[in-house]
């Protein structure tokens, strides 16, 4: 089992940047699928972007060229770099990371207004 920890979320406006970060309680090069999900209101979970134990990443076409995952092995971080940030982005951000099951963190809040 995993233990997930999101930090960063909060409110930004339109056109903004903000950064989302994931703790791991162990090693996370040992973990297949690391990665950020996420749920607006009324909405279902949808994937927002992983990144595999090789460092294949893999975008949401809504998020492709604003977005960047990335992991820090030697802290077992994810974070989650969002730019030119839209309403539409607004939503629970979600860790994920996949090691014989799929493991969730609590989620942080991302609010995009003006």
């Known amino acids: 089992q995993v233990h997930l920890v999101e930090s960063g979320g909060g409110l930004v406006q339109p056109g903004g940047s903000l950064s989302l970060s994931c703790a791991a309680n162990r090693a996370i090069s040992s973990i297949d699928i690391m990665g950020w999900y996420r749920q607006a209101p009324g909405k279902q979970r949808e994937a927002v972007a992983t990144i595999t134990s090789v460092g294949f990443q893999n975008y949401a076409e809504s998020v492709k060229g604003r977005f960047t995952i990335s992991r820090d092995i030697a802290k077992n971080t994810v974070s989650l770099q969002m730019a030119r940030l839209t309403p539409e982005d607004t939503a629970v951000y979600y860790c994920?990371?996949?090691?014989?099951?799929?493991?969730w963190g609590n989620g942080t809040q991302v609010t995009v207004s003006s």
């Open positions: 994920t990371a996949y090691s014989g099951g799929w493991n």
